[in-house]
């Protein structure tokens, strides 16, 4: 059972091929249609006013923060528990990355984001992880009584939706990565920012181009993040098969679901009803997680661990000064998650193999 299936995802790559046979034939290799094209299809998904395809994840998190002026001497609340990307992109545009702890949602635990609130707070990003959606009505009500925007990480959670409203249309920017490790992937980097905010999607617009309003005439000083436009149509090609891949995920993940709460020492983390989850990842909390990982690999189920080392004790981090212990959800989160694999190519068998191979585990167990 293979975490990664990107191989069968392209097997016929040829209607993705021909596409970019026909944009090599016009030479529109910047931007042009093809980004157009798929930023429009992108905004009609999520039902956004305005997305703007730039060149990762990380960098729709950063110029997100650039555009709304936060940098040195600001703080930006983020959940504990998440890739470093989302850190590495506060600490990047100059300001102070401000963790909280997460909840068993593996998102960040609205109880715990007023305690972190300062005068220097300029935004709080809510990381939607694993495909999951943060909470973010009361997120969005704490935000609006600090006077606080939120920068939504939904990197990982495009096409979630909450309320059936899509994940990154709830704060005044969301934010998406299309690296082929998510299930819209593209072949290479690439990512999205929406917004409902016309003046900030025309200043996100010239800061990914260098600020350039036509060709001779800078206005601001920007960067060169633009989605590149082979990869915008393999992006468009792709985003017209979500449906059918979330609908295999969550079928995947039902079966999972059902059958881990059957096994003594697994966890399932609670469903919220009102969430459509996009199942990323799929995790559940494992007792003796480590063993657990290796009798899986020992037995054909490719298990990972996301993230065994949160970022908040990573070495590049210890100049914020937190210490083992300070997010104790975090913490459990990384000693007991263990992801299975639940992609949408997984037959019946494979699933059930998975979970036969942890039950045989648990029955091994004194
Ligand atoms: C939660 C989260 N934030 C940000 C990113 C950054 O996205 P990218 O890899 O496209 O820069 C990722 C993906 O890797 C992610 O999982």
């Known amino acids: 059972m293979p975490f990664v299936y990107l191989r069968e995802q392209f097997a016929d790559a040829e209607p993705i091929l021909a596409a970019l046979r026909e944009l090599v034939a016009t030479g529109d290799f910047t931007l042009g249609k093809a980004v157009a094209d798929f930023e429009a299809a992108f905004a009609a998904r999520l039902a956004a006013r305005h997305a703007i395809g730039v060149n990762s994840g990380t960098d729709a998190l950063k110029l997100s923060l650039r555009a709304l002026g936060v940098g040195p001497g600001g703080e930006v609340i983020t959940a504990a528990n998440t890739f470093i990307a989302t850190a590495g992109a506060i600490a990047d545009v100059g300001a102070r990355p401000v963790f909280v702890d997460v909840d068993d949602s593996f998102c960040i635990d609205p109880d715990r984001i007023e305690a972190a609130i300062t005068p220097k707070t300029k935004a709080i990003i809510p990381v939607h992880l694993t ?85 001779d005439t800078v206005v601001m000083l920007g960067v060169n993040s633009r989605l590149d436009s082979l990869q915008a149509v393999v992006a468009r090609r792709v985003l017209d098969t979500a449906e059918a891949i979330i609908r295999r995920r969550n079928e995947n993940a039902a079966i999972y679901d059902a059958g881990f709460a059957a096994i003594p020492g697994i966890r399932v983390p609670p469903r919220n009803p009102r969430v459509r989850h996009t199942f990323v990842t799929y995790q559940v909390f494992a007792e003796e997680r480590d063993r657990l990982l290796a009798h899986c690999l020992a037995n054909g189920v490719e298990c990972k661990v996301h993230y065994p080392v949160p970022v908040y004790r990573q070495p590049a981090l210890d100049h914020l000064g937190y210490r083992r212990g300070d997010f104790p959800v975090t913490d459990r989160q990384a000693a007991e998650a263990i992801t299975f694999p639940v992609h949408q190519y997984l037959v019946r068998e494979q699933l ?13 167990r004194p």
Do not use: M
Request: proline fraction near 3%; aromatic fraction near 6%.
């Open 131 to 215: 495909g999951n959606v943060a909470d973010l009505p009361r997120i969005a009500a704490i935000a609006a009584r600090h006077g606080v925007p939120i920068v939504e990480d939904a990197c990982q959670a495009i096409c979630s939706t909450l309320d059936g409203r899509c994940a990154g249309t709830w704060g005044i920017t969301g934010t998406f990565s299309l690296h082929p490790q998510k299930f819209l992937n593209i072949w290479g980097d690439g990512g999205v920012i929406v917004t409902n905010d016309d003046a900030l999607a025309q200043k996100l617009r010239l800061l990914r181009n260098h600020g350039l309003a036509d060709r």
């Open 352 to 364: 059930d193999h998975a979970l036969a191979v942890v039950r045989d585990f648990r029955r091994a």
